[in-house]
């Protein structure tokens, strides 16, 4: 029988990654690119703001000095001690699952929710608390690892997300990576279905094709950039990651018109 899945309470004392400030505020400069684009803003100025899953803070950090009120809610608390000791006098952080946020409804104009759905025991429960929370017209920027994607990015193993449970565990430990595969991915349509009622925009072709105004360059590889929308609108099922932003209210992007504009996705 499968071990049941219990919260992972002290994630940056085991992903080096969480700990890397440049590679974090490399990330945040996306965001806060995606977000501003949405927006149709050059800053954040007078929004209050949470990075939900924040971490030892450096994307919370940059959110405060976009011009944000921000807060910044985990619970790993080695790395909420970190991120407090740093960026405490300009963040709030709140040790905090996300399923149960202690903030007001519709009280937050901007959360971040970035790669971490796949961590959360409950990730539905999670998202029905970012839609609790969120304004009308708040937006939540969302990372989201795809199911599909070649090679799975913790553990560095080709189609390893693909598999069901058992087989995962099995790949894991034969290759030596973990003794058992946490993580769990959902296809577009699974994440189609997680976000019902919210308003979605695909920002994912718009950051690959314009990769230096989004500041996405460390992660899309040059030629990419350059494909026809057609051909990267084929390998869409299979990228690593899908950038949506997502909102309870009718929301359209507000920025400056691009060549590849963001698309609506059908949440039903």
């Known amino acids: ?14 992903q080096a990654k969480m700990l890397d400030e440049q590679h974090r505020r490399t990330k945040a400069r996306k965001i806060l690119s995606v977000l501003r684009h949405f927006l149709g803003r050059d800053d954040l100025d007078g929004l209050l703001a949470a990075d939900i899953g924040c971490s030892a803070g450096f994307i919370a950090d940059e959110l405060a000095a976009a ?13 909420l001690a970190a991120a407090h000791g740093r960026f405490g006098g300009q963040v709030r952080f709140l040790c905090a699952a996300g399923e149960r946020m202690p903030l007001p409804d519709k009280s937050l104009d901007v959360i971040v929710f970035n790669h971490i759905y796949e961590h959360v025991v409950d ?41 069901p449970r058992r087989l995962a565990d099995r790949y894991v430990r034969a290759f030596g990576r973990a003794e058992e595969y946490y993580e769990e991915y959902r296809s577009r349509a699974g994440l189609q279905r997680m976000l019902a009622g919210f308003t979605v925009w695909d920002y994912t072709l718009p ?62």
Do not use: C
């Open 67 to 79: 011009g944000a009120r921000t807060l910044g809610l985990d619970i790993d608390v080695p790395g």
């Open 207 to 268: 950051v690959i094709r314009q990769a230096r105004a989004f500041h996405s360059g460390d992660q899309v590889a040059g030629g990419l950039s350059r494909l026809p929308v057609p051909v990267l609108r084929a390998v869409l099922p299979v990228v690593p990651t899908f950038i949506w932003v997502a909102s309870p209210g009718l929301t359209v992007p507000r920025g400056r018109p691009l060549d590849t504009p963001p698309q609506r996705v059908d949440t039903g």
């Open 123 to 163: 990730p539905d429960a999670v998202v029905a608390d970012i839609h609790r929370v969120l304004k009308p017209d708040g937006v939540a920027y969302l990372g989201l690892g795809n199911k599909h994607q070649i090679v799975e990015p913790h553990y560095r193993l080709p189609f390893l997300s693909w598999l």
């Open 1 to 14: 029988m499968t071990a049941e899945r219990k919260p992972q309470l002290a994630y940056s004392e085991t």
